[in-house]
Nanobody
């Protein structure tokens, strides 16, 4: 079992930045690929970014590529999402997730999910 707790969300103006954190506890963090997803009201959960066990491979959704950066610190059991140049359409609840089967854009691969953190970008 892996427990995931997101933090760092909040209200920010368009063009601003936020850094989300996801702290993991339970099984060995470095054995899991990690992902970030987001869900806006009335919309499906959308892939944002993912990172492999070794940090050598990262994936990004098209809408965030070039603005968001995923990273992880296995010594701290934490994965981060640095979000720059935020837009109102980035407003959503952001979830982190852990996968034993590798990093993926597909949410069905992920075994564990956090409760989410709200990000609101004002125009």
């Amino acid at each position: 079992q892996v427990q995931l707790v997101e933090s760092g969300g909040g209200l920010v103006q368009a063009g601003g930045s936020l850094r989300l954190s996801c702290a993991a506890s339970g099984r060995t963090f470095s054995n899991y690929a990690m992902g970030w997803f987001r869900q806006a009201p009335g919309k499906e959960r959308e892939f944002v970014a993912a990172i492999s066990w070794t940090t050598s491979t990262t994936y990004y959704g098209d809408s965030v590529k070039g603005r968001f950066t995923i990273s992880r610190d296995n010594a701290k059991n934490t994965v981060y999402l640095q979000m720059n140049s935020l837009k109102p359409e980035d407003t959503a609840v952001y979830y982190c997730a852990a996968s034993r089967r590798g990093a993926s854009r597909w949410r069905g691969v992920y075994d564990y999910w956090g409760q989410g953190t709200q990000v609101t970008v004002s125009s």
